[in-house]
C-alpha cells in the first residue's frame, strides 16, 4: 500500500500563489511516476502535471504551463506543485497519485491518490 497526504491548499487572490505538498509513504517502489490532478465541482478529473521519481522528467497540462512547477525531494519522500498567477478557473480540489507506469495524463493509469486539498481563487 501507499500513503499520500496533501497540504497546502488555501484561499488565494488572483495573482498569487501557492505552494502544495504530498508526502508519500509506504511501497514507494510503485513510485514510477507521481502526478497532481484537480476536480472542480461538476467537471471531471483533470490531470495537471507529472513527473518522473528517479529522473526528474516533468509534464504539464497546457492550461498550466509556465505558471505551474511540479518537483520532489526524493529524501524526503514530498511531491511539490508551486502555483503561481493563480485563475480563478484554478479553483478545484487537488489531489496527488502515485503510478507504477510511465506519464500518463488519464487518471486511470495511477493506483493510489490522497484525499485532496482544496484550492480557491478569488477574483
Known amino acids: 500500500q501507499v500513503q499520500l497526504v496533501e497540504s497546502g491548499g488555501g484561499l488565494v487572490q488572483a495573482g498569487g500563489s501557492l505552494r502544495l505538498s504530498c508526502v508519500a509513504s509506504?511501497?514507494?517502489?510503485?513510485?514510477?511516476?507521481m502526478g497532481w490532478f484537480r476536480q472542480a465541482p461538476g467537471k471531471e478529473r483533470e490531470f495537471v502535471a507529472a513527473?518522473?521519481?528517479?529522473?526528474?522528467?516533468?509534464y504539464y497540462a497546457d492550461t498550466v504551463k509556465s505558471r505551474f512547477t511540479i518537483s520532489r525531494d526524493n529524501a524526503k519522500n514530498t511531491l511539490y506543485l508551486q502555483m503561481n498567477s493563480l485563475k480563478p478557473e484554478d479553483t478545484a480540489v487537488y489531489y496527488c497519485?502515485?503510478?507504477?507506469?510511465?506519464?500518463?495524463?488519464?487518471?486511470?493509469?495511477?493506483?493510489?491518490w490522497g484525499q485532496g486539498t482544496q484550492v480557491t481563487v478569488s477574483s
Open positions: 497519485a502515485t503510478s507504477s507506469r510511465s506519464p500518463s495524463s488519464s487518471p486511470n493509469s495511477y493506483d493510489y
Open positions: 509506504g511501497r514507494t517502489f510503485t513510485r514510477y511516476t
Open positions: 513527473i518522473t521519481w528517479i529522473y526528474g522528467g516533468t
